[in-house]
């Protein structure tokens, strides 16, 4: 199995026998319509899953509906709030809330919560277990908040760590958000995650084009004991 970064928050994962494509924003081209994604992984013929974290422009873009009229064999997996916010019907998809598990015996999501909108993904796929954090993370915004506001952010954030853990305490890939927009701290939710979990590996993502300073994240995850992935362009691969 091969990871795809596609574009800030969007992977894929490919196996030989399905494609998975998580939070699509933009391919990897900076055309429209172009890139890996329109290229390449709606032309493979194996089944196509598209998974979706919350509504939020740049997790989900209406156009993956689309794709259905040029793939065969599809399924969509999405955020219950996609379709409370009528950006999709209810035959389109099948939607998730935190709690819930969809399985068709190759992949297998389950729901965990959020610190913004909608879910974070817990995958089991090809032999792995597999965590897209969507918008989860340590929204913590610290110079421009209150204590207050500061501690019941971090609180939110750690109280979903700990339901996450009582599944698992181990994860093999973790995708998760290192955004330099949260200012001096903007590592903190991400040491937090590799602090409670044994990560196998760790791959940033949400940070735009801001290369140097999400992969910056290395010598803390190297530090405990966590192979990371470093990002330098769209549409780069990985063996997994």
Known sequence: MKLIYIYHSCFALV??????????????????????????????????YVLSSHSHADHFNPEVLEWRDMHPDIQYVFSKDILENGLARLNDACYLSRGDI?????????????????????????????FHAGDLNNWHWKEESTEGEVREAENAYLAELELLARRTNRVDLVMFPVDPRLGQEYMLGAKQFVDHFRVGMFVPMHFDEEYARANAFREYAESRGVCFVELTYRGEEFKI
Not at 26 to 37: E, M, N
Request: charged content about 30%; glycine content about 10%.
């Open 15 to 48: 196996g030989e026998s399905f494609t998975v494509i998580i939070d699509y924003y933009k391919d990897s081209a900076l055309r429209p319509l172009v890139g890996l994604v329109h290229d390449e992984l709606l032309k493979r013929p194996e089944k196509l």
């Open 102 to 130: 969809w399985s068709d015996g190759v992949l297998e999501v389950e729901a965990f919560g959020s610190t913004d909108l909608g879910i974070s993904f817990l995958l089991r796929l090809d032999g792995k277990l597999i």
